[in-house]
């Protein structure tokens, strides 16, 4: 696909204030699509989408959390992402509880 046309696309969109765009530019920088692989500019895009309510975004904000060792972090993230309706949240919730890890 042409990457760097759909780049500047979701640029200006996230520009604009698509949340969709901010979550398609995390994906971007995670991926390396036309871009340098970057941690802190895809953790920024998750951030904003999740602000507009983006449920993914959210889960991935605590799986970035999780990663860093942040339980109490990713679970704040998860339940704000359960409760938009992400089952995969939900799922790590109840693996977190299961596991002890909570």
């Known amino acids: 696909g042409d990457y760097d046309s759909a780049f500047r696309c979701f ?12 979550y398609q530019l995390s994906i971007f920088y995670h ?3 036309c871009v340098e692989k970057d941690m802190k ?12 309510g983006h449920d993914i975004a959210r889960y991935n ?18 339940i704000i992402a359960a409760t938009l309706g992400h089952d995969l949240s939900l799922d790590a919730l109840k693996d977190s509880f299961q596991t002890g890890v909570l």
């Open 61 to 78: 904000l605590g799986s970035v959390e999780e990663q860093k060792g942040r339980m109490d972090r990713a679970v704040k993230h998860w």
């Open 11 to 22: 640029s200006k969109s996230a520009e604009l204030g698509s949340i969709g765009a901010h």
């Open 31 to 33: 991926e390396g699509l």
């Open 41 to 52: 500019k895809k953790v920024y895009h998750y951030e904003q989408a999740a602000i507009g």
